[in-house]
T-cell receptor, first 114, second 116 residues
């Protein structure tokens, strides 16, 4: 079945460490997105990519980096420059414009700083 | 800039009650898409509906119905005869077509608690 796979489900980071969250899709979608979810804040856009080897900053890109070397993969690195990284991270994908089934989301990665 | 407002932070109902979740949006585009998503405790967002700005027809799917009104920039979601399994956070989202980016902007979500 087609879908988006995010891994790991839970991730713990020590102060000063970089960590990478994986996002893979087999839906043949061109566009991929990363969102951060904090309690009461809704979903905030970190980065998005509409085509391989191209990506754009979202509203809260500082302290994060991404790459899009393959259509299927859009990993997110949380760098040590991100001062408050504890959050739930969601990856999504879609065709452009979004089809009748909207945006497809992964099951998320919960990142905690220890 | 696009904006989505879900003024209701949390709604608590008893099973079998009807409940309406409000969504108000702002956009300068004449062409856009509106969405509703459900986020159960597991965390994954589940797609419920997409509506484009040209289609103001209301839609019904089982116990779910949606009322889209461009005149008031609202896209409200009603659950009829609520059930405990409806307990979740519900998000409304807007995606503008102008510029070709189609980036969805989400509201802050409404947490629905259905008590048995």
């Amino acid at each position: 079945d087609g879908g988006i796979t995010q891994s790991p489900k839970y991730l713990f980071r020590k102060e000063g460490q970089n960590v990478t969250l994986s996002c893979e899709q087999n839906l043949n979608h061109d566009a991929m997105y990363w969102y951060r979810q904090d309690p009461g804040q809704g979903l905030r856009l970190i980065y998005y990519s509409q085509i391989v080897n191209d990506f754009q900053k979202g509203d809260i890109a500082e302290g994060y980096s991404v790459s899009r070397e393959k259509k299927e993969s859009f990993p997110l690195t949380v760098t040590s420059a991100q001062k408050n990284p504890t959050a739930f991270y969601l990856c999504a994908s879609s065709i452009a414009p979004p089809g009748s089934d909207g945006y497809t989301f992964g099951s998320g990665t919960r990142l905690t700083v220890v | 800039a696009q904006k989505v407002t879900q003024a209701q932070t949390e709604i608590s109902v008893v099973e079998k009650e009807d409940v309406t979740l409000d969504c108000v949006y702002e956009t300068r585009d004449t062409t856009y898409y509106l969405f509703w998503y459900k986020q159960p405790p597991s965390g994954e967002l589940v797609f419920l509906i997409r509506r484009n700005s040209f289609d103001e027809q209301n839609e019904i799917s089982g116990r779910y119905s949606w009322n889209f009104q461009k005149s008031t920039s609202s896209f409200n979601f009603t659950i009829t005869a609520s059930q405990v399994v409806d307990s979740a956070v519900y998000f409304c989202a807007l995606s503008e077509v102008g510029g070709g980016s189609y980036i969805p902007t989400f509201g802050r979500g409404t947490s629905l608690i259905v008590h048995p």
